[in-house]
């Protein structure tokens, strides 16, 4: 199997945007009073915070695993390892639709359908906007600022779970299937999809769905819990309830822009919310960068290092 010719391009020109935009977050709030704030965190918070996102990837591992299981498909361990940390590097792209490619590697590495492939990486990220649209829900019970900008936005995230999960039903995608079925493009594919869905409908089953949040809820969890870290570091009052929501309602944000990795709106989210806790503009920043460092550029590295050593494993053919 080869490798999409411009995903190295792409992905320095996302690296790139990256630099970019951290640059503008430094001269917008202070070289000076960022660095102050960055300074002052210690070595045990690094390895804190890194700990949460092993934490955090390892239950997502066991969800993965668990998911093949629930479709019949079993993985020796270590090539699920690696396929698995090895597609972190795609975090990066838009939407993470560059995960798909992991379903691309089951099929031609370990002769797993599409039907079957494409259905668990949609379910991760269906249980990961779950788990997250649920902390923030919890969280802004507790939040005492205002919601101004983000109602719309909120409201929006609810609904795309809803409607995937309304795909369970036989019936409405029979109906949704013959409709679409019309164009001949679709019907060309049409008992693909069905097997898709008919897998995809499997994985949202009472069992699946109950370790799938559970799961997916201590895992995104530990993540906020580290933003609160972050923040009691650097002696801000922010009560974990909060924290939680900041986190949460930064990535439903960057998830649902669609940029690479949600770069821009987490950062910007989580800034813009921290200062409605009346924490400066500098120690938001510091805040976002840090956490940003951990739950976003630790994957990409770790994914890094799982590619570059798994990578001709996983590219060879069965």
């Known amino acids: 199997m080869k490798l999409p010719r411009n995903l190295m391009s792409r992905s320095f020109i996302v690296i790139g945007f990256s630099v970019t935009l951290y640059a503008a977050i430094v001269l917008v709030f202070g070289w000076d009073d960022i660095y102050r704030e960055l300074a002052g965190f210690s070595p045990v ?8 996102s092993l934490v955090n990837y390892a239950l997502r591992f066991w969800r993965w695993e668990l ?11 270590r090539e699920s390892i ?3 940390f090895a597609t972190y590097i795609m975090v990066i792209t838009p939407g993470k639709i560059g995960e798909v490619f992991k379903a691309a590697i089951l099929r031609e590495r370990f002769g797993v359908s599409l039907a079957k492939g494409l259905p668990v990486v ?18 802004v019970f507790f939040w005492p600022g205002t919601l101004a900008g983000l109602t719309t936005g909120l409201v929006s995230a609810a609904m795309v779970p809803v409607v995937l999960i309304l795909l369970r ?35 949202l089953g009472v069992g699946p769905t109950l370790y799938g949040n559970i799961l ?10 580290g933003l609160w870290l972050v923040c009691r570091s650097l002696g801000l009052v922010v009560p974990l309830p909060d924290s ?21 709106g987490t950062e910007a989210t989580i800034i813009w919310l921290l200062q409605f806790l009346e924490v400066s503009g500098a120690s938001a920043a510091a ?4 956490v940003r460092l951990f739950t976003l550029w630790l994957a990409v590295l770790i994914g890094l290092v799982f590619f570059l050593f798994f990578r001709r494993n996983l590219l060879q053919q069965k």
């Open 216 to 225: 997916s809820i201590v895992a995104w969890f530990c993540e906020c819990l």
């Open 122 to 139: 949609l379910a991760e990220r269906l249980y990961d906007f779950l788990a997250v649209l649920i902390l923030a829900a919890v969280g």
């Open 82 to 84: 690696g396929l698995y």
């Open 287 to 290: 805040v976002a960068l840090m």
């Open 244 to 264: 939680v929501f900041v986190y949460a309602a930064g990535t439903l944000v960057g998830s649902l822009s669609f940029l690479p990795g949600g770069l821009g």
């Open 67 to 77: 998911f093949l299981r629930e479709l019949g498909v079993l993985l020796p361990v």
């Open 45 to 52: 918070l690094f390895a804190a915070l890194a700990g949460l």
């Open 169 to 203: 039903n036989r019936g409405l995608r029979t109906r949704l299937l013959s409709r679409a079925s019309r164009s001949s493009l679709v019907s060309k594919y049409r008992l693909g999809l069905d097997e898709s869905l008919e897998s995809f409908s499997t994985l």
